[in-house]
């Protein structure tokens, strides 16, 4: 199984956070198996499963639903180091956005990003690519908090028309209002932003091109050391975002990363995968993600996947996980489970 990472900068406000809501943070960090190390340097690399596990487990020990707004709302553009700094100097929103979508990995390997646009409106999809989706819901918020302080801080005066989480509300609507200051859609269709399309090419304050030229090199020497740019990687994130809008063929895939399809057959043989194999894999974290953490119906579950129909979707999932769809979501979900049946 891949073990994601995220830059250890995640958890710099961590301390000041816990100490707020009455948290031992050296405590907390010893049960996450985080190390004090990571709080004095960001470029350290911590497993995902640890760094959410902590979100979570902090919300458990001090009842405080919005945690990962919190940790989010104390983000800043420089947590992201040097491609923040990058970001700040992109001559356009666009490029600021297409920029950040390209070198995410390096700050959070398990975060897959999306631009789609229309002729009003630009829509940034966040997803997370990591195995056990079920108790992400917090790194979410967190993530979705600092994507939207880091468009305003390249941008002052941006505001999205509306935000959307997957999940339903999680802490008080005052905490969404003051950290996300915009309209939040709960158990969305998807998470991330929707935005006037025509700030894209509105120009940021000031660019220096020598700069970004030697910054972009620096990036992408460390992106191929850390395996980020391999075909596999690719086709699982385009596998991510093409699988719910029914665009999921080896041959869209191909066309989105320039190649032939017999090309991309080729190179993913060489890296010792399949594109069947892939997409199989995404499916079942995706099946995984939805049941557990969405209130979407089974039958929007199977759509979303790929599905003919939802009888299609429910003999692939008793295959696929040896439990009916119904046992995955009671089995993830103890308590919403209890709570619907009394």
Known sequence: MTTFFIRAAAVSHYPAIARRHGLDAGR???RAGIPRECLHDPELLI????????LEDSVQASGVRSFGLEMGEANQLSTLGLLGLILREESTLRDAVQTLIH???LHNESLVLRLEESSDDAVLHMEFAGPGAGGIQQAVEQGLAMLVRSLRSLMPGWQPKWLGLMHGQLG???VYQRVLAAPVHFNADFNGAVFD???LDQHLKST?????RQARAQLDQLLAARGATCTRDRVRELAMVLLPIGRCSIDQVAMHLGVHRSTLHRQLVDEGSGFGEIL???RKHMATQLIASSQHSFMQISEMLGFSS???????HRRSFGETAQAHRQRANPRRSRATAA
Do not use: C, I
């Open 197 to 199: 399309a025509r700030t």
């Open 103 to 105: 070198y995410r990995k």
């Open 47 to 54: 497993p995902m499963e640890r760094a959410y596990g902590l």
């Open 280 to 282: 199989e894999q995404v």
């Open 28 to 30: 907390m960090l010893a």
């Open 172 to 174: 008080p609507s005052e």
């Open 310 to 316: 939802q009888p299609a979707f429910s003999r692939w």
């Open 208 to 212: 220096d091109p020598a700069m970004v």
